[in-house]
Nanobody, 124 residues
Framework: QMQLVESGGGLVQPGGSLRLSCAAS????????MGWFRQTPGKEREFVGH????????LFADFVRGRFSISRDNAKNTLYLQMRNLKPEDTAVYYC?????????????????WGQGTQVTVSS
């Protein structure tokens, strides 16, 4: 059972930046596609982006529009989400998750391990 722990959330002003981290307990971390999702109260969890096992492939949701980037360090079992030019509508709980396959149309159901989430609040 893989344990995922997110960190790095907090309060940031519009236009600001944050970097989220996700530490995984299980090796080999590199066997999993890793993704980020987010959720706000009353809404379904939505896909933000994911990265392939070897970091060669990425996919982002349209709303990211070049503002976010994903990276991973397989030696450190850690996933990152760099967020720039944050907007109030980016306010959500952000979750990292692990999947056994890379999909061009990722869904929540494809991800088998989830972290507890970290709150990101964008407000002045």
């Amino acid at each position: 059972q893989m344990q995922l722990v997110e960190s790095g959330g907090g309060l940031v002003q519009p236009g600001g930046s944050l970097r989220l981290s996700c530490a995984a307990s299980e090796r080999p971390f590199g066997d999993y596609v890793m993704g980020w999702f987010r959720q706000t109260p009353g809404k379904e969890r939505e896909f933000v982006g994911h990265i392939s096992r070897d970091s060669r492939s990425y996919l982002f949701a349209d709303f990211v529009r070049g503002r976010f980037s994903i990276s991973r360090d397989n030696a450190k079992n850690t996933l990152y989400l760099q967020m720039r030019n944050l907007k109030p509508e980016d306010t959500a709980v952000y979750y990292c998750a692990a999947s056994e396959r890379y999909s061009d149309s990722p869904t929540v159901n494809e991800y088998i391990y989830w972290g507890q989430g970290t709150q990101v609040t964008v407000s002045s």
